[in-house]
């Protein structure tokens, strides 16, 4: 004989899976949160320009943990004693140019962060490419990285001025900072 329900039970039936599903959506979307406050604490502005590229914050996390992955997989290392001091050598060079020479300087600051980076063990992709792998060990320094770049690389009629350039020296100089010291260990944990 084939049992029924009444209807008291159909609705406790009900009720229960509905705070099952609330509360399994209730979960993920707050795991969802943490993953996002997670990314965004990590990459600062460099989460918010993925996000814009991106069109989502799904799809620019998604992106941002492939770098994350894609970073893990290269050699990057501490610059030894010797190699440092050679590199404030040549900042310090670079640094004093800028009074005579100012664009130079800064097309020189530009290489010397790139000169640091490829030293360190990253691969020399274009710009973007470049940018993106650095963002995941240095986040904070990107936005400085990228405007530096900017003005640097401006071509002919659209020439920086000197106040403009002394910022990108500036900025230049903030990356370089950070580049030239060692990583400490839990710089390099990933934000997932």
Do not use: C
């Not at 710009?127 to 990285?145: C, I, K, W």
């Not at 920086?160 to 390099?188: C, V």
Request: charged share 30%; net charge positive; proline share 4%.
């Amino acid at each position: 004989m084939p049992h029924t329900f009444t209807s008291t039970q159909v609705a406790v039936a009900v009720v229960v899976i509905f705070l099952v599903v609330a509360i399994a959506l209730g979960i993920y979307l707050k795991l969802g949160r943490k993953r996002t406050l997670a990314f965004r604490n990590r990459f600062g502005s460099e989460y918010d320009r993925a996000v814009e590229e991106q069109g989502s914050p799904k799809k620019a996390e998604a992106k941002l943990a492939d770098r994350e992955t894609r970073v893990e997989a290269l050699k990057i290392r501490d610059l030894g004693a010797t190699e440092r001091e050679r590199f404030v050598a040549e900042w310090e060079s670079v640094q004093s140019r800028f009074v005579d020479r100012p664009k130079a300087a800064v097309t020189e600051a530009g290489d010397l962060i790139s000169a640091i980076l490829e030293a360190r063990g990253y691969p020399s992709a274009g710009f973007e490419q470049r940018a993106a792998d650095v963002s995941v060990s240095y986040p904070r320094v990107m936005e400085d990285y990228r405007k530096a770049r900017a003005i640097a690389v401006r071509p002919g009629r659209a020439d920086a001025s000197t106040e403009e350039l002394r910022t990108a020296m500036l900025q230049y100089r903030s990356i370089f900072d950070e580049i030239i010291q060692a990583q400490k260990p839990h710089e390099n944990k990933s934000a997932a």
